[in-house]
């Protein structure tokens, strides 16, 4: 991970426009690629970022690092003077430990596939990247490798982490195409949104009915 903190302008063109007019900001630049711009407060959340996959181009005698995304949109950030240039070997991080429900909804899935599309056939549990492993590695009826991603809440985050896992796994020639599938038992407004536009499938799954519960919920059949 590269960590600069500068006097720097940032000027995105994309689907809108936007502009940082000069001030101190962090810079984060993380191994899978993904480049994000921080003030000094505002918690987690960036001013500005680009995720992986995109094109990463550091012209640092000129003082200008320029971010591509697949789709064209382009990130400048314009350094006028450099306080603090570090850079750190992280090593890679053994991801968060699921709770209980979500281990257990993982092991439901991989048991029957099916519940989340028809067709799926599961290959492998926890399927290794250089980034972490993915939950389910399946393929579809058609033969076609499918990594699935089991989270008890979706969020933006989950399709953030699939995204990179995808962006890894298409790099294999044996593997892809290779599309992906979130799922969890609910999934928020926002991630459907984000996956949709990624082109990943979305799948929200009822844990007590594939636990063999019957679901308290009511139904017309």
């Not at 899978?32 to 094109?55: E, F, I, Q, S, T």
């Not at 979500?102 to 599961?122: F, H, M």
């Not at 459907?192 to 799948?203: C, T």
Request: aromatic share 6%; net charge negative.
């Amino acid at each position: 991970m590269r960590l600069v903190v500068a006097q720097c302008t940032v000027d995105y063109d994309g689907r809108l426009q936007a502009h940082l007019p000069s001030a101190v900001r962090l810079v984060m630049v993380k191994a899978d690629g993904c480049v994000a711009v921080h003030a000094d407060g505002g918690a987690y959340k960036p001013l500005n970022w680009m995720n992986a996959p995109n094109r990463l181009t550091m012209d640092d005698e000129a003082g200008v690092w320029t971010v591509t995304s697949p789709k064209g949109e382009v990130l400048t950030i314009t350094f006028e003077d450099v306080l603090s240039d570090v850079a750190h070997e992280m090593g890679i991080d053994p991801g968060l430990q699921k709770d209980g429900v979500e281990a257990r909804l993982q092991q439901l899935l991989a048991d029957d596939p099916t519940s989340i599309q028809a067709g799926l056939k599961l290959v492998r549990r926890e399927y290794p990247t250089d980034i972490g492993p993915v939950d389910l590695m399946c393929r579809d009826a058609e033969g076609i490798a499918v990594a699935v991603e089991v989270k008890r809440r979706g969020e933006i985050d989950g399709v953030e982490q699939l995204t990179r896992y995808l962006e890894f796994l298409n790099r294999d020639p044996l593997l892809r195409p290779v599309r992906g599938v979130f799922v969890a038992q609910e999934i928020k407004p926002q991630a459907k949104v984000l996956a949709a536009d990624r082109d990943i499938d979305w799948v929200e799954v009822d844990y007590d009915e594939l636990r063999g519960i019957e679901s308290p919920n009511l139904k017309l059949f």
